[in-house]
């Protein structure tokens, strides 16, 4: 048994391994965290476990960040959820992508209603972001725009 985290769950390696290779083959690299509590591997656990998917995870976290429309930089997620771009200051207002409530990586929403399936399989509401629950489809927030 081995305590990857900052936390105190065990695992079996193997089982540790597999999850980790899962998330990055799956491309849910934006915030791998402890299966049991959701505390956040850093990459040096990823590093550790799965040193062969490491370049493709560096990858991929890349191409999770959300950049500035002005000016092209990276942006800084403050705690109330609004990107602000570091460089310029401007404020992206979100129209074009938000985060997913559960692993917090960007999605877009193209057409459609407001029920969104996130790569984590994570069902939730795109104005709310509130979690789907089957019985309230009906639900105006649910309703094709």
Not at 8 to 17: A, L, V
Not at 88 to 107: F, V, Y
Not at 110 to 126: A, L, Q
Request: charged letters at 20%.
């Amino acid at each position: 048994m081995i305590k990857p985290g900052d936390c105190s769950h065990q695992f079996c390696k193997e089982c540790i391994i597999m999850y980790l290779q899962e998330a990055i083959k799956s491309g849910s690299v934006f915030k791998i965290t402890c299966p049991t509590c959701n505390i956040e591997y850093n990459a040096l656990i990823i590093k550790q476990y799965c040193e062969d998917l490491y370049p493709k995870y560096l990858e991929l976290k890349q191409k999770a960040i959300i950049t500035c429309s002005v000016c092209k930089e990276n942006l800084q997620t403050h705690k109330c959820g609004s990107n602000v771009c570091k460089k310029c200051g401007e404020i992206h207002n979100g129209d074009c992508s938000q985060r997913c409530p559960n692993c917090l990586i960007p999605i877009e929403k193209i057409s459609g209603c407001n029920h969104m399936v996130c790569k984590c399989k994570y069902e939730f509401c795109w104005i709310c972001k509130g979690k789907f629950n089957y019985g309230t489809y009906l639900d105006v927030h649910f309703l094709v725009q």
